[in-house]
């Protein structure tokens, strides 16, 4: 494995640690009004925390902003209000289900959309093939989902 390959293993793992301790403190904000304000509110100090960090870094040429031209802000839009599903979603979701099986479930949800980007080259790369293996992998994902499910007692 090369250098770059581990630091995106590391990155990855670090991003999927964030998304379980995002869900479970987002859950436990909506407990005080619901997943929704509270979503809107978490991605509104997101934003704010972004823009010092930005009003900080790009004067010092550490960090630059591409243009904004319109397809550029109809991304941007998408991602937003992603952003917005994803955390309202996740403080919902982790309030009413068990975390383990949310975050499966959020995993099933991300590894069939990037199956998909993978065969279409959504992201720029070289199309992949979905095969047998690869669809093997879902179905172990979801059989994994199941012996996840808290059993409710008799």
Not at 20 to 29: N, S
Not at 49 to 73: D, F, N, S
Not at 95 to 110: D, Y
Request: charged fraction near 10%.
């Amino acid at each position: 494995m090369n250098h770059m390959a581990a630091i995106g293993i590391a990155t990855a793992l670090t991003v999927g640690l964030s998304i379980g301790f995002q869900g479970i403190f987002a859950a436990r904000l909506s407990l005080g009004d619901n997943a929704i304000n509270s979503g809107m509110l978490i991605i509104l100090a997101g934003g704010l925390i972004a823009a010092v960090l930005m009003a900080v870094l790009v004067p010092t040429g550490h960090i630059e902003i591409a243009k904004l031209t319109g397809p550029r802000i109809f991304y941007l839009t998408l991602c937003a209000i992603a952003g917005i599903i994803i955390v309202s979603g996740s403080a919902f979701a982790f309030a009413k289900i068990s975390p383990a099986v949310a975050v499966a479930l959020i995993i099933l949800g991300q590894m069939t959309l990037a199956l998909a980007a993978d065969y279409f080259g959504w992201t720029g790369q070289t199309p992949q093939p979905i095969d047998l293996r690869r669809v093997g992998g879902l179905v172990l994902l979801v059989a994994a989902i199941w012996m996840l499910m808290p059993r409710s007692e008799p």
